[in-house]
Every structure is written in C-alpha cells, then in structure tokens.
C-alpha cells in the first residue's frame, strides 16, 4: 500500500472512531492496539497490519471492506479537498503510480 492509501484508512478509522464517540484511548484499551499506534493509524503514519485492522473492524462491528469505503466520510467537496491536502505532500512518482493504478477501475464523473 502507498502512503496516501494509509491516510485514507487512517481517516476512515478516525471518522467511525467518532461515529461511535469514543476517546483514542478507550479504542485503544478495547482492542488492546497501543495508544500511539493508534494515533500513527490515524495519521497514515504507520504501515499497519491485517491484524490490527481485524481488531478494529471486530470493535467497529463492520466488515474489513469497510475500511476501504469513504462514502459516508463526509460530502464530496469535503472529501475531494482532503485528497487534495493529502497529495499535496506526495512524491510525482507515488502520484503517477496513483493514476496508473486507478485509470480504467472507477468511472468518471462527469
């Protein structure tokens, strides 16, 4: 996964922490993920693993899918101006990487 990838995971769990409005800390203690990982997870910072999303996705009562499901995050304006932000600090190769990857697999939105 690239970085941009994992800020959008970090966000998607930061917005259902919210939804469930619980501390970091309190999700910190019920999956038994460390406080400052946690944090990390949220920020993108860290290239977590299947397993922590798994304690998470049992604590959010969701599908692991789910963490890759933005829709409901916020409305679309909102969401395409973080996206920008966060390519903002992308590297140009990661970001032809990004289109290479995506071309052809959503439709457009014209």
């Known amino acids: 996964m690239i970085d941009v990838e994992f800020k959008l995971?970090?966000?998607r769990?930061?917005?259902l922490r919210n939804r469930q409005n619980i501390t970091i800390e309190?999700?910190?203690h019920r999956t038994e993920i460390d406080y400052s990982y946690l944090a990390k997870m949220e920020k993108g910072k860290v290239n977590f693993t299947m397993k922590k999303l798994l304690r998470l996705s049992k604590e959010f009562n969701i599908d692991l899918k789910d963490f890759f499901n933005?829709?409901?995050m916020k409305d679309k304006e909102h969401f395409i101006s973080e996206i920008k932000s966060i390519l903002d600090n992308v590297a140009y190769d990661d970001l032809f990487e990004i289109h290479s990857n995506l071309v052809g697999k959503y439709p457009s939105d014209k």
């Open 9 to 11: 995971i970090g966000e």
């Open 13 to 15: 769990i930061r917005h």
């Open 26 to 28: 309190e999700l910190s």
């Open 70 to 72: 933005f829709g409901d």
